[in-house]
């Protein structure tokens, strides 16, 4: 089994959709969550964190970790075609590696 | 430099070359990582440099793989006899070290394309 899972889609959505983007994990050290946006041909972003059970808001963006599931989830709302991208889960133990989920590609048509 | 700078943006090399991508990190960022991103594998970790520390090579899926740091701040990683199964996006962060809670800002990445 993977560290981390994650759906690859690709998630086609029309403007203003709420979006739901899911990763599972394994390992129940892992502390650290992160959810990262990245651009065609450009490196990933950070996008949010956090290392508690959960709901995290940053405007349009709230991430929500489940500890007793091992699942955290992304949702963003009123999503708009600049938010057209891959996103990448990650998640840190006690070491200072990030473990990356595949990503999920989201295109949000106008 | 304001982010992470990675050169060449992009790298055509014939099977059996040796390359070598260059990375500079953000200044006064002690710690390093090298990535790769292949198509439909994600981010595979390779190696990782914190200050003055060993690093951690455990990432680096063989000896024809090598990375450096110098002087705490430029690191290159070069691969010998490149394979086909090389080609792929390697991507290089940095973090201002003592944990990566609050992430890592990456460059935009090497894209190696091994013919």
């Known amino acids: 089994q993977k560290e981390v899972e994650q759906d690859p889609g690709p998630l086609s959505v029309p403007e203003g959709a709420i979006v739901s983007l899911n990763c599972t994990y394994s390992n129940s050290a892992f502390q650290y969550f992160m959810w990262y946006r990245q651009y065609s041909r450009k490196g990933p972003e950070l996008l949010m964190y956090?290392?508690?059970?959960g709901n995290k808001e940053d405007g349009r963006f709230t991430a929500q970790v489940d500890k007793s599931s091992k699942y955290i989830s992304l949702f963003i709302r009123d999503s708009q075609p600049s938010d057209s991208a891959t996103y990448l889960c990650a998640i840190k133990s006690g070491s200072e590696k990030l473990v990356f989920g595949k990503g999920t590609k989201l295109t949000v048509n106008p | 430099g304001a982010g992470v700078s990675q050169s060449p943006s992009n790298k055509v090399t014939e099977k059996g070359k040796d390359v070598e991508l260059r990375c500079d990190p953000i200044s006064g960022h002690t710690a390093l990582y090298w990535y790769r991103q292949s198509l439909g594998q994600g981010l595979e970790f390779l190696i990782y440099?914190?200050?003055?520390?060993?690093?951690?090579k455990s990432g680096l899926p063989s000896d024809r793989f090598s990375a450096e740091r110098t002087g705490g701040s430029v690191s290159t990683l070069t691969i010998q006899r490149t394979q086909q199964e090389d080609s792929a996006v390697y991507l290089c962060?940095?973090?201002?070290?003592?944990?990566?809670?609050?992430?890592?800002?990456f460059g935009s990445g090497t894209r190696l394309t091994v013919v």
């Open positions: 962060a940095s973090s201002p070290g003592g944990g990566a809670l609050y992430g890592y800002t």
């Open positions: 440099f914190q200050g003055n520390s060993a690093p951690d």
């Open positions: 956090t290392y508690s059970s």
